[in-house]
C-alpha cells in the first residue's frame, strides 16, 4: 500500500511547494497575478512530467487530479490563491488543467502507443500556452477575436513556432533513426497548425483542456 502512497504524497507536496512560492511572490515580492500565474501554470506542467515516471496506474492520477481540482474550487470560492485567481478576466482555465491532466494521462494509458503521447500534449501546454499568452501582452501585434475570444496574431506566431520546435525535437527524438525526418518535421508543423488554431478559438481557459487532448489525439493518429 506504501508504494501506492508514497509517490502521490511526494508529487502532492511539489505542487503545494509551487503554490507557496507563487504565493509568496504575489504577497511579499508583489509580482503580479498574470506572471505568478503562468509561472504555476509552466511548474505544474514541468512536475507532471514525472506523473509516468512515478505513478504506476491512472487511479493515483485521479487521486492527484481531483484533490487539486476541489483545492481549486475551494480557493475561488474563498477567495484563496490570490496568485492564480486575481485576475482582470474570466477564465476557467485553472480549474480545467487537473482534468486536462488526467484526460491526457487516461488516453496515454488506453492508448499504448508510447510516452510522447503524454509528455508532448503536457509540454505543449505547459510551455506554448504561456509562450504564447506572454508574447500577445508584450507585444501584441494583429489583434482579433474568435467568439468570446481575443487573441493577437503576434501570440498565435508564438505559439506555432514554440509548438514547431517542441513537437518536431520529441518525433525526431522518439524516431532518432527514422529515416523519414522531413516527414516527422511536416507532422510537426501539421499538428502545429492544428493546435495554433484551437488555442485561437479557445477562450476563457478553456484552450486549457482542448489543448493537450487535441495534441494527444493528434499524436494517436500520427503514431
Request: contains cysteine; proline residues 4%.
Amino acid at each position: 500500500m506504501q508504494q501506492y502512497l508514497i509517490a502521490p504524497l511526494l508529487l502532492a507536496v511539489a505542487f503545494l511547494v509551487l503554490f507557496g512560492l507563487a504565493e509568496y511572490l504575489y504577497r511579499i515580492q508583489k509580482v503580479r497575478a498574470e506572471f505568478t500565474r503562468k509561472l504555476v501554470h509552466f511548474g505544474t506542467g514541468i512536475i507532471t512530467l514525472l506523473f509516468p515516471v512515478l505513478l504506476v496506474n491512472h487511479w493515483q492520477v485521479l487521486f492527484l487530479c481531483s484533490s487539486f481540482l476541489l483545492l481549486l474550487v475551494t480557493s475561488l470560492k474563498f477567495n484563496l490563491l490570490p496568485s492564480i485567481n486575481a485576475i482582470d478576466r474570466q477564465s476557467y482555465g485553472s480549474l480545467l488543467y487537473p482534468v486536462a491532466v488526467y484526460g491526457t494521462y487516461l488516453v496515454y494509458t488506453l492508448a499504448g502507443k508510447g510516452d510522447i503521447l503524454f509528455y508532448l500534449p503536457i509540454l505543449i501546454l505547459a510551455v506554448c500556452d504561456p509562450v504564447a499568452a506572454l508574447i500577445g501582452k508584450r507585444c501584441p501585434r494583429g489583434s482579433f477575436r474568435i467568439g468570446a475570444g481575443h487573441k493577437t496574431a503576434s501570440g498565435s506566431l508564438a505559439f506555432f513556432i514554440s509548438c514547431v520546435v517542441l513537437s518536431s525535437t520529441m518525433l525526431v527524438g522518439t524516431f532518432p533513426e527514422a529515416s523519414f525526418f522531413w516527414q516527422l518535421f511536416i507532422a510537426s508543423i501539421l499538428i502545429s497548425l492544428c493546435l495554433t488554431a484551437v488555442e485561437a478559438v479557445g477562450s476563457h481557459g478553456v484552450d486549457n483542456l482542448l489543448l493537450p487532448l487535441s495534441a494527444a489525439g493528434a499524436l494517436y493518429l500520427l503514431l
